[in-house]
T-cell receptor
Framework: AQSVTQLGSHVSVSEGALVLLRCNYS??????LFWYVQYPNQGLQLLLK??????LVKGINGFEAEFKKSETSFHLTKPSAHMSDAAEYFC???????????FGAGTRLAVHP | GAVVSQHPSRVICKSGTSVKIECRSL??????MFWYRQFPKQSLMLMAT?????????EQGVEKDKFLINHASLTLSTLTVTSAHPEDSSFYIC???????????FGNGTRLTVT
């Protein structure tokens, strides 16, 4: 069965600092991997996805993630945090494209001045 | 971009009553809609998949008689929590897709509190 583990339910960084949100997955088949962001009182918005091909995936708002099969990881990074990045971030895995996503528990990112 | 409207955003109801949550795709036709449930500090758990005009497919462990899903049109799916109990209190969120490998669009979620 597929599963997703997000290490750290809360991450706090200073504005301008590196953002690193960790995600590890388990899947018996080549996975589709996703990162979503949820701002307060809003729906989930797709940040980026990995399907096949290049393992370094660039998304919106300066975020990127690297698929590392050997480590079963798909960590999300951003070189320089902005105050507007404060939100809840969800990693998700699927073996069926966008259908039947399995989500991690989420990581709340706080950005302080 | 594609917008999914979910209503209500918050609802409080008494134990034993039923609550209906609506999920509408405002500017696209959603052949498939998904319903998720999220407990505090936990993952979004897929409850069911609904395709327009057919019965919903429920995930293991989800009571189909308690969580009634209707997807009567290409722009509307509803989730009815019947005879709600305090343990049904949760955050319910829907997503919609035009099918195939198209991306999901999420609603803003509904916070249900059963007293």
């Amino acid at each position: 069965a597929q599963s997703v583990t997000q290490l750290g339910s809360h991450v706090s960084v200073s504005e301008g600092a590196l953002v690193l949100l960790r995600c590890n997955y388990s899947s018996s088949v080549p996975p589709y991997l996703f990162w979503y962001v949820q701002y307060p009182n809003q729906g989930l918005q797709l940040l980026l996805k990995y399907t096949t091909g290049a393992t370094l995936v660039k998304g919106i708002n300066g975020f990127e993630a690297e698929f590392k099969k050997s480590e079963t990881s798909f960590h999300l990074t951003k070189p320089s945090a902005h105050m507007s990045d404060a939100a809840e971030y969800f990693c998700a895995v699927s073996d069926d494209g966008y259908n039947k996503l399995i989500f991690g528990a989420g990581t709340r990112l706080a950005v302080h001045p | 971009g594609a917008v999914v409207s979910q209503h209500p955003s918050r609802v409080i109801c008494k134990s034993g009553t039923s609550v209906k949550i609506e999920c509408r795709s405002l500017d696209f036709q959603a052949t498939t809609m998904f319903w998720y449930r999220q407990f505090p500090k936990q993952s979004l758990m897929l409850m069911a998949t609904s395709n327009e005009g057919s019965k919903a497919t429920y995930e293991q462990g989800v009571e189909k008689d308690k969580f009634l899903i209707n997807h009567a049109s290409l722009t509307l799916s509803t989730l009815t929590v019947t005879s709600a109990h305090p343990e049904d209190s949760s955050f319910y969120i829907c997503s919609a897709s035009t099918g195939g490998n198209s991306p999901l669009h999420f609603g803003n979620g509904t916070r249900l509190t059963v007293t």
